[in-house]
């Protein structure tokens, strides 16, 4: 074995004496006094970057992230020199112990909170001093003995931190937009390059806590570009499912951690440090499945639509759980459809515990027609078509072939704004019908209806949106509503010339008329203009020049 040249060297006053690990872009070593037998942390920065400016910039914003947060579970730094020939190196206090990443897992769960709340304090100190640090994970936690505590944090890492006193990165070896980080533990701003704040190290520091109590991460990926997608797009699965040691109280905690937009997380460390220590660590009930005399077939669904059927479900009214006799799903139910004669009934439910044999779904928050709706079915007696229901489908049916705003029965120049208080006032209806109990032969068209909506709401996302779905109406009046919420005339020009490349007979037609407006203004005929130009509008519903002159 090749000997390490850097054991046994003097830098100041200490020797190396252990090597410890490799950081981002360096070693970590042991060192002693030999005169006085104290002992201290060497980080070298690797002799292959000791002339690159970046890596030597970001070498000393480590250094200065540590001494500037000063906090007990935070890694403390003494001193910054070089050693000729190539050396730069920091001292930092004393680092025995383990990495978190060497601790078995899943953790026990009163050492996960304990480590977890200590590692929220770090954060705490690190945030208050304007330090971001952008590579949390559990290689860069370590765990020493103080204080008479086996399990006592210090954050060792701020190899990629981010200063927010300062306007960018580049003092420090970063570009902006350049993706910094470990990508297991990448918060979805991270992948994009996006501006981080403190809550893309809360982001982190769910990803730690969904490993620490699971064994695996929430994404394992074939790919580095996959894995970044799943943290933009995909949805992590519940730990409490996974693991069902994991409390719900935890789970939750980690789920809010790990939400796609920063707004949706806890905004501060502290906010997570006092929710972990509030929580509740005994574990849930275990209930064994039982059976009523009858059993009825449930779908199960998730938020990707129906995943599987499951047969032979009894049904009790005890907490409203619909418990099941076979295995388990892998994900996270999101509805389930209980299927009593003609009728269905949907509720909203979740895994609420797993047994060897099964698993028991309990609805959430159902409201008094669902419980009756259930308590009927327990009791043998038969579901009615609900008057609601019957009235909307009626209306409905006439209604499936048209247009969007004649779904919602709005003008076709409406505001974007009333266009999606109407789509969320008709959705908000229809949801609440597929809450009731439902004949079969009726769900097609409330969900026809519901998907007609879903589409007009993708339809209507913004004035740039609305526009090539008017032009293919033909609606001027749509078009001239979306150029004054915003639509540039290039924009315009734009969508017209890939709308009008295939219809230039219409374009000829539309002159046509826009002449024979002309010739009726000019002879005083305002009114007949008018209807000339709305034609030409018909058949070249982008002609700015067209939708102008209707506006005079």
């Known amino acids: 074995m090749v000997a390490?040249?850097?054991?046994?060297?003097?830098?100041?006053?200490?020797?190396?004496?252990?090597?410890?690990?490799?950081?981002?872009?360096?070693?970590?070593?042991?060192?002693?006094?030999?005169?006085?037998?104290?002992?201290?942390?060497?980080?070298?920065?690797?002799?292959?970057?000791?002339?690159?400016?970046?890596?030597?910039a970001r070498f000393r914003a480590e250094?200065?992230?540590?001494?500037?947060?000063?906090?007990?579970?935070?890694?403390?730094?003494?001193?910054?020199?070089?050693?000729?020939?190539?050396?730069?190196?920091?001292?930092?206090?004393?680092?025995?112990?383990?990495?978190?990443?060497a601790l078995p897992r899943p953790l026990e769960?009163?050492?996960?909170?304990?480590?977890?709340?200590?590692?929220?304090?770090?954060?705490?100190?690190?945030?208050?001093?304007?330090?971001?640090?952008?590579?949390?994970?559990?290689?860069?936690?370590?765990?020493?003995?103080?204080?008479?505590?086996?399990?006592?944090?210090?954050?060792?890492?701020?190899?990629?931190?981010?200063?927010?006193?300062?306007?960018?990165?580049?003092?420090?070896?970063?570009?902006?937009?350049?993706?910094?980080?470990?990508?297991?533990?990448?918060?979805?701003?991270?992948?994009?390059?996006?501006?981080?704040?403190?809550?893309?190290?809360?982001?982190?520091?769910g990803v730690m806590m969904f490993e620490l109590a699971c064994g695996r991460l929430p994404f394992v990926e074939t790919s580095v570009a996959e894995l970044l997608a799943a943290h933009r797009s995909k949805s992590p699965p519940n730990p409490e499912h996974l693991q069902r040691?994991?409390?719900?109280?935890?789970?939750?905690?980690?789920?809010?951690?790990?939400?796609?937009?920063?707004?949706?997380?806890?905004?501060?460390?502290?906010?997570?440090?006092?929710a972990l220590l509030g929580l509740s660590l005994e574990p849930r009930p275990v209930r064994t499945p039982v059976s009523t005399p009858r059993a009825w077939p449930v779908r199960v669904f998730d938020a990707r639509g129906q995943f599987r059927k499951l047969p032979g479900i009894g049904l009790t009214t005890t907490g409203l759980e619909i418990l099941s006799e076979v295995r388990p799903p892998v994900d996270l139910p999101m509805g389930a459809a209980l299927a009593v004669g003609d009728f269905e009934l949907r509720l909203p439910a979740r895994v609420s515990a797993r047994t060897d044999d099964g698993f028991q779904l309990e609805f959430k928050s159902p409201d008094a027609a669902q419980v009756a709706a259930i308590t009927d079915v327990l009791e043998g007696r038969e579901l009615r078509d609900d008057d609601r229901t019957l009235l909307a489908v009626a209306s409905w049916v006439p209604r499936l072939d048209l247009t969007h705003y004649e779904h919602i029965d709005v003008p076709r120049g409406a505001p974007l704004a009333g266009l999606n208080a109407a789509l969320s006032s008709r959705?908000?209806?229809?949801?609440?019908?597929?809450?009731?109990?439902?004949?079969?032969?009726?769900?097609?068209?409330?969900?026809?209806?519901?998907?007609?909506?879903?589409?007009?709401?993708?339809?209507?996302?913004?004035?740039?949106?609305?526009?090539?779905?008017?032009?293919?109406?033909?609606?001027w009046q749509g078009i001239r509503q979306s150029l004054a919420e915003g639509v540039t005339a290039e924009q315009l020009a734009e969508t017209r010339t890939a709308f009008m490349a295939e219809r230039q007979r219409s374009r000829g037609v539309a002159e046509v008329h826009a002449m024979s407006a002309t010739t009726w203004?000019?002879?005083?005929?305002?009114?007949?203009?008018?209807?000339e130009l709305e034609r030409a509008l018909d058949f070249d519903p982008l002609n700015l020049a067209y939708l102008e002159r209707l506006g005079r």
């Open 245 to 274: 040691s994991v409390p719900r109280g935890l789970s939750a905690v980690i789920m809010r951690l790990l939400a796609k937009s920063p707004d949706d997380r806890f905004q501060t460390a502290t906010e997570v440090r006092e």
């Open 109 to 205: 769960l009163p050492v996960l909170v304990h480590v977890c709340a200590q590692i929220c304090e770090a954060l705490e100190a690190a945030h208050a001093a304007g330090v971001i640090n952008r590579d949390l994970k559990p290689e860069n936690v370590r765990l020493v003995s103080r204080k008479r505590d086996p399990y006592f944090v210090k954050v060792v890492e701020f190899g990629v931190a981010k200063f927010l006193a300062d306007d960018s990165d580049l003092a420090f070896g970063t570009a902006p937009g350049q993706l910094m980080g470990t990508p297991s533990f990448m918060a979805p701003e991270q992948t994009t390059g996006a501006q981080v704040d403190a809550r893309t190290d809360l982001y982190a520091l």
């Open 427 to 475: 959705r908000e209806t229809l949801l609440s019908l597929l809450a009731r109990p439902v004949r079969r032969v009726h769900l097609d068209v409330l969900e026809a209806a519901l998907h007609q909506l879903d589409e007009a709401r993708r339809v209507f996302t913004s004035p740039l949106s609305r526009l090539g779905y008017d032009a293919a109406l033909g609606n």
């Open 521 to 531: 203004a000019n002879r005083g005929d305002l009114t007949r203009a008018r209807l």
């Open 63 to 101: 250094a200065r992230a540590s001494n500037l947060i000063r906090h007990e579970h935070v890694v403390s730094v003494m001193d910054f020199d070089f050693a000729p020939p190539d050396l730069h190196y920091f001292v930092m206090e004393p680092l025995e112990g383990r990495s978190l990443s």
């Open 4 to 56: 390490d040249p850097i054991i046994g060297r003097s830098f100041g006053s200490f020797v190396a004496t252990e090597h410890l690990g490799r950081g981002a872009i360096g070693e970590v070593y042991l060192a002693e006094n030999r005169t006085i037998g104290s002992r201290v942390t060497l980080k070298l920065l690797d002799p292959r970057f000791a002339r690159d400016p970046k890596a030597l």
